[in-house]
């Protein structure tokens, strides 16, 4: 057994543990009993849509939410028992931020690290260090609240790092972010993982799981759909290309059937036809030969989106 209080000694390398995890609200589970296992030093993903139980897990190991049935272990410690213990060793990045809109952004952070019990000079050159990781020195006596949404979020990124946490918990990291906002948030947090820092995402954004996710799960419904890379996710269900089909308006039902045979699946969206062919160009050519005349086409590689619908009949942004 784990001594209390200390990181499992069976398994130190699991800085998350989850067994038949359930969440429930009323009498409707969120989480309806998953099992999850984060290893030390991964960027570990929860993806899936609205409503799918990201936050609710989330939630769970951040210790704000406590478990209605199962068994959570992080960092090797139980949160309902040693929830403090834990969040000082965590980072938290909620959905929405949270940041002290008056003050300045050294303020923000150097108030944040006093909440850790931290020395006010070891907080003060904490905040330094920081705003540099997050390229915010030269407003660092600037107010937070005219700051862009990329500078705020990456502001909560940096404050979430300032009791140099082992595990950083990052809800919907870039949402509502534009795209060079983005590649820059995605810059920092690949560079956290290579300082070592073990990261659990949610998101319902497969680019954002491409990038960021060692591992991850695909949740619906709040249960686990499937668990893996995101390369074997998608050698696993789905093909390496994709043939996009549009016909003209009223066309497509009519063509489904000269053309469904030429890959192993396919699916059929309001707008378009996707076929699921290791080799979309020889597809395309077969379809050409046999007379159909789609509108326009395209030839894809396959991404989480694909290995989503295939699993849940579904798009992620449903
Ligand atoms: N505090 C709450 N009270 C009641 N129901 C809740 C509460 N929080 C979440 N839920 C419900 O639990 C389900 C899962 O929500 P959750 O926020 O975990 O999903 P999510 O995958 O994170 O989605 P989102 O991307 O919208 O945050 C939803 O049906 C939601 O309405």
Redesign the pocket.
Known sequence: MAKEGEDDEREPHLMVSGKALV?R??G?A??AGIDVEVRRGESFG?L????????????MIACV?PRSDGELRVLGMDPETDGPRIRARIGVVP?LDNLDVELTVRQNLQVYGRYFGLSRAHVRAKAVELMEFAELSDRADDQVEPLSGGMKRRLTIARSMVNDPEVLLL??PT?GLDPQARHLLWGRLYQLKQQGVTQII?T?DMHEAEQLCDRLVV?DG?QIVAEGSPSELIARFSTREVLELRFAPGEQDGQINHVADLAGRHEVLPDRLLLYADDGEAALEAAHARGVRPVSTLIRRSTLEDVFLRLTGRSLVD
Do not use: W
């Open positions: 969440k609200f009323g409707v969120a989480v929860f899936g849509p609205n409503g799918a139980g990201k936050s609710s897990t989330m939630r939410s959905q809800d919907e949402t949610t319902h949740m709040g």
